[in-house]
């Protein structure tokens, strides 16, 4: 069966052997390129790029494979119970599950790979479109090259999002629907109304795209044929399209009808969203949106220059192919109208159109291939464009993509170590965002600002939790409606008062387990976690006693931090302390301090350095009334409890010169026999005192 091309350009030269492995091997240099790029920061567990949608659809895989929910009402517990809000039909999110449970990878690392395998499944549709063109098999690889080294495709085609998918599915509807009704052939009919539904369920702003030329396609066929018989052509035609578009409508309404049950979830519907996804005159024309869909295109999608460069020869030498090229740029705008906020605001909605504008650049390229121009001089600009563009990778995506991040901050590694896997986590001030819940792997009730000054509203999402646990309140900023929220915790057990702070969000949990959660709070570390306001830290008195070393909470060892060994026992007369105020850890070794250290056999030195405050020494005190000196002293411990002296020497700033001032260097050398340990001895000086010996050991290390 042959397919008629819609344009017949019948190619003014001879395609030479040699320009035919030309164009291959740039085709396989630009998909080694790609292979490369989408797999830095492979290991990484954030998602670069944005994230705020790539959370929602890893937040929505994430709990389908928890809980092995594979119903249509997929859940997105983002917003409360019931926890199903539908953006998209699951089936990105399904392959996902599948390819992590078959792979055994992460979901991060499977929603990658799916993205990815599309975005390869979609370049036969590209190289079997640009036939309808009369593109020569041996040029079509520099067009598919060219998609493979675009900066927004090696970025975004491994990005854990729906886009590629829908974007496979679309083209090759439009490859499909053409050649099935062109062609009379069942065969691609099917694959027509199979892409066709997978691109209307999956995304059909996507789909609605991809329907302007397959649409103008059809009404040109249907417009020839209206003296002929246009009746049967209309029949297939409308018959391509027909279950495609009844699988959306049902989605869509099915969605809507489940995002009602949730009253956070109504306002998302697609009335709801309506003026967000199609616009209004208002933002169709702003100014300012469209400013920033121009920065856009500029900065994000390719490699500018290269833009500028097909645009002139578009004007000039590439007129032979004027329409093709119109008609792609024409899609590639229609959306920007179409659609002006979403494609204001996200960046990554652009992969649905930059391949048009790739298309357009290509066959910017096709038509000087094939006019009189010098095919190394056709070569040349498309290895520029080529490099190009992957230069522009590297400088613009490559930093972001290649950082190894564990995903999330420390606000929500806290969360996830404070809270039980089955919790519910409130948060106010951070929109309907998926990010914190996502990376803590809780689920969560997201207030948007709009529905916190809603009493009722919020009463009812909470009265929804009715069987779930509140794990945690966090409050962002100071959102309005924060104490009204703050009271309606607490009487479903959250403590009124926050335990720790992040940033700017302060976090509240169950006042039952406030202390178990302090003590868990105080034994970890998280990142720019602090300890809130006028919460009294747990202390326990380790003064005048021995304690072992491995008895400490991890909070407590802190104190000993810059010491290296620690210690395996010690005695504090006051307890130990640590004092970092002045950019250097000092530990508190007022007398009488005793440190015991486990070490090996053979030769050590001890290093550190000593240091008192000038009030302990000063000039004009009588003696009776400052220090008289700390003795500091090394002694290797027997078995038996018997002590030897290994080194000693007496700080005493007031009658010796050289103790006076910051960090004087403490060093002892010495051997054991066999392993052991030694006691670091801090005492009171000749006269027996304690008066003033405010002494400060610093780093210790001990080779």
Same mark, same amino acid.
């Given at each position: ?37 989408? =797999? ?34 997929? @859940? ?46 979609? +370049? ?28 927004? #495709? ?43 539904? *997978? ?28 003296? *002929? ?150 070569? *040349? ?8 563009? *992957?230069?522009? #990778?590297?400088?613009?995506?490559? @930093? ?77 900023? =100071? ?18 008062? @926050?335990? #720790? ?16 959660? +302090? ?56 307890? @130990? ?33 000593? =240091? ?68 670091? #001895? ?22």
């Amino acid at each position: 069966m042959t397919f008629p091309a819609v344009m017949d350009h019948a190619s003014p030269r001879e395609i030479l052997r040699t320009e035919r492995w030309l164009a291959l091997v740039f085709f396989a240099a630009a998909l080694a390129f790609h292979f490369w790029g989408v =797999q830095v920061g492979w290991q990484s567990k954030n998602l670069p790029g944005g994230e705020f949608r790539q959370a929602q659809t890893a937040i929505s895989s994430y709990w389908i494979r928890e809980d092995r929910d594979f119903s249509l009402a997929y @859940p997105t517990p983002i917003l409360g119970k019931p926890w199903s809000v539908p953006m998209e039909f699951p089936l990105y999110q399904w392959t996902t599950v599948v390819v992590s449970d078959l792979t055994h990878w992460s979901l991060t690392k499977a929603g990658r790979a799916v993205s990815i395998g599309c975005f390869y499944l979609l +370049l036969p549709a590209v190289f079997l479109l640009l036939r309808r063109w009369s593109v020569a098999p041996a040029r079509r690889w520099l067009i598919l090259a060219t998609l493979l080294t675009c900066p927004l #495709y090696v970025f975004y085609s491994r990005a854990v999002l729906i886009e590629t998918m829908a974007l496979m599915f679309s083209v090759w509807f439009w490859v499909a629907y053409e050649r099935g009704v062109a062609g009379r052939s069942w065969v691609w009919l099917v694959v027509a109304m199979i892409a066709g539904s *997978g691109a209307g369920l999956v995304k059909v702003t996507t789909f609605m795209l991809y329907l302007l030329p397959t649409g103008w396609w059809a009404v040109t066929r249907l417009w020839q044929a209206r003296l *002929g018989d246009w009746q049967r052509e209309l029949a297939w035609l409308a018959g391509a399209v027909v279950v495609p578009f009844g699988v959306t409508i049902w989605w869509l309404n099915f969605a809507d009808a489940t995002k009602e049950l949730n009253v956070l979830g109504r306002e998302f519907t697609s009335s709801g969203l309506q003026d967000f996804n199609l616009g209004t005159n208002a933002t169709r024309f702003s100014v300012e949106m469209w400013m920033t869909k121009l920065r856009i295109i500029r900065e994000q999608l390719t490699w500018l220059p290269g833009l500028v460069v097909c645009a002139g020869l578009a004007l000039t030498i590439g007129r032979a192919r004027w329409r093709e090229i119109l008609t792609c740029l024409a899609s590639f705008a229609s959306v920007l109208l179409l659609f002006p906020v979403l494609y204001a605001h996200h960046e990554y909605y652009y992969v649905a159109n930059t391949l048009l504008l790739l298309l357009a650049m290509g066959l910017v390229l096709v038509a000087l291939a094939e006019s009189a121009v010098s095919r190394w001089l056709v070569y *040349g600009i498309a290895a520029l464009l080529l490099c190009g563009q *992957g230069w522009h #990778y590297v400088g613009h995506y490559y @930093p972001s993509q290649r950082a190894i991040s564990p995903g999330g901050d420390g606000l929500t590694r806290s969360l996830q170590a404070l809270t039980n896997p089955r919790d519910v986590v409130v948060v106010l001030g951070q929109d309907w965002n998926s990010m914190t819940p996502y990376y803590a792997q809780r689920r969560a009730v997201m207030l948007r600002d709009a529905v916190a000054r809603d009493p009722e509203k919020v009463e009812q999402a909470l009265a929804g939790l009715a069987g779930e646990t509140i794990g945690a309140l966090v409050l962002v900023g =100071q959102p309005d409606g924060a104490q009204w929220l703050i009271d309606r915790a607490a009487a479903r057990g959250i403590d009124p008062q @926050p335990l #720790y702070v992040w940033r700017d969000a302060r976090v509240y949990l169950p006042r039952t387990r406030r202390e178990e959660l +302090l003590n868990a709070l105080m034994e970890n570390h998280f990142h720019e976690v602090q300890i809130a306001p006028r919460v009294e830290i747990p202390k326990r008195d380790l003064s005048a006693r021995w304690f072992e070393m491995a008895s400490l909470r991890v909070w407590e060892k802190e104190n000993f931090g810059g010491m290296e060994p620690l210690p395996v026992r010690f005695f504090c007369r006051f307890g @130990p302390s640590m004092d970092g105020s002045s950019g250097q850890r000092m530990f508190g070794a007022h007398p009488v301090t005793r440190l015991v250290f486990a070490l090996p056999a053979g030769a050590h030195t001890l290093r550190s350095a000593l =240091q008192m405050r000038v009030e302990a020494y000063r000039l004009d005190l009588p003696d009776s009334e400052t220090t008289d000196g700390v003795e500091v002293s090394l002694f290797a411990l027997g078995a038996a409890g018997e002590k030897r002296l290994l080194a000693t020497r007496l700080f005493d700033p007031r009658h010796n010169r050289d103790d006076r001032g910051n960090l004087r260097p403490l060093e002892f050398s010495f051997t054991l026999e066999q392993a052991g340990e030694v006691e670091l #001895y801090f005492g009171p000086g000749p006269a027996g005192r304690d008066t003033r010996d405010w002494i400060e050991l610093g780093p210790l290390t001990i080779d």
